[in-house]
C-alpha cells in the first residue's frame, strides 16, 4: 500500500460526495494488495486526517477488524453518501456562468470546460433534475 500522502495513496478530505469515490479507491487498492479485512481496518484510517480517523476507529466493524460493517458504518455517518455525488442546477449555472466570462478561444479551454460541464449535466439528468432538452 502506498504511504498516505503519495501521489498512488487515495485521500478523503472529509467531503460527503467523495467519500464513495475514496473508498472504491481504497477497496481496489487494497484487493490488488492482498489485504484481508482486518488489514482493509487498520490502512483505512491511514488514508484520512487525525480527526477523521479519530472518530472512524470509534465505529462498529473497526475493532471487530469487519470491513463490511466497518465500511457501512462510516458511510451511514455521512448523511447523502450513499447516493454518491450530488450536484444542483446551481452548480451547473456556475460552470456555465465562468466560461462566459472566460471567453473560451482554444481547444484546451472548450475541452476543460466539457469536463467540468458534462459530469454536472449527465447527473442531473439521471436524477431528474433536468430534462435533456434543458
Known sequence: MPGPGSSKAPSFNGETSELL????????????CG?????????VVRYVNLEI???????????SKDFGTFKANIIGQYPGAAKGARYTIRDLEH???NSAESDISME????????????????LVANSKISECE
Do not use: H, N
Not at 489485504?35 to 490502512?43: H, N, P, Q, V, Y
Not at 484546451?108 to 447527473?123: D, G, H, N, S, T
Open 108 to 123: 484546451m479551454e472548450l475541452v476543460q470546460y466539457y469536463r467540468q460541464f458534462r459530469p454536472i449535466a449527465v447527473w
Open 21 to 32: 469515490e475514496f473508498l472504491e479507491l481504497f477497496e481496489d487498492l487494497a484487493s490488488s
Open 95 to 97: 460552470i456555465i456562468l
Open 53 to 63: 480517523k479519530r472518530f472512524w476507529v470509534t465505529l462498529t466493524g473497526y475493532k
Open 35 to 43: 489485504l484481508t479485512d482486518a488489514d482493509k481496518c487498520k490502512m
